[in-house]
């Protein structure tokens, strides 16, 4: 969590970094007590930002569970979303699709030498996918990676590009072949989840 966010704004980033959470989940995650909490996140449903629902998590009586309403994502930034849809739209009618791909496939290309060239140093592909995690967090996707016992797992928990990608999927393979790329023939990467398919983070398997 950024150590600049206000109080009354910690429980919108853990949601958003985190997933869903129950009250008492959400209280320890702050640091203060569930009537705290609670309190907090009664303030942020007022603003429309969180919402709660009842679910049933193994035995025992079913959980409230907090999470982001739309509004709640919205809060994190889109980089020119409008705008940048306004520009696919004008390209695809007055230059046509293929034109469209250019474009995508050299912003592509752009990002595989910036990526490229912090990861010359790396000595193994933990070392590549912990260099590509920071460089897409201060990319604004809220990055960061996870060791399992499949591999590895790039978490991308924003997608400050989500309107570009809405109005053009390719976007999200280029992205994909991006990371195949930098990341080399050791790793095999594969999308796992997805924002755009319904998912609340994008998800990338890597294996060797």
């Not at 853990?14 to 989940?25: F, R, T, V």
């Not at 679910?55 to 940048?84: A, V």
């Not at 309107?163 to 023939?185: H, I, M, P, W």
């Amino acid at each position: 969590m950024k150590k600049d966010v206000s109080e009354n704004e910690k429980a919108i980033w853990i949601l958003k970094n985190q997933g869903p959470k129950s009250l008492k989940e959400i209280a320890v995650e702050l640091g203060i007590t569930t009537e705290g909490a609670r309190f907090q996140l009664m303030k942020l449903s007022g603003e429309g930002l969180v919402k709660s629902e009842s679910i049933s998590r193994g035995r025992g009586r079913p959980q409230q569970i907090w999470s982001l309403t739309e509004k709640g994502h919205s809060r994190f930034p889109d980089m020119h979303g409008h705008l940048t849809v306004k520009l696919i739209q004008t390209i695809r009618e007055s230059l046509g699709e293929n034109a469209l791909d250019k474009v995508i496939a050299s912003a592509g290309e752009d990002n595989i030498k910036k990526y490229s060239g912090q990861m010359q140093e790396a000595k193994d592909l933990e070392e590549k996918i912990r260099i590509l995690a920071r460089i897409r967090e201060e990319e604004g996707y809220m990055a960061h990676y996870e060791k399992t016992d499949e591999g590895y797992l790039l978490l991308e928990n924003h997608c400050p590009i989500c309107e570009a990608a809405k109005a053009c999927q390719n976007f999200c393979s280029t992205e994909l072949r991006t990371f195949q790329t930098v990341l080399g023939d050791e790793a095999v990467v594969k999308r796992v989840d997805h924002i755009l398919a319904g998912a609340r983070r994008c998800a990338y398997l890597i294996k060797t």
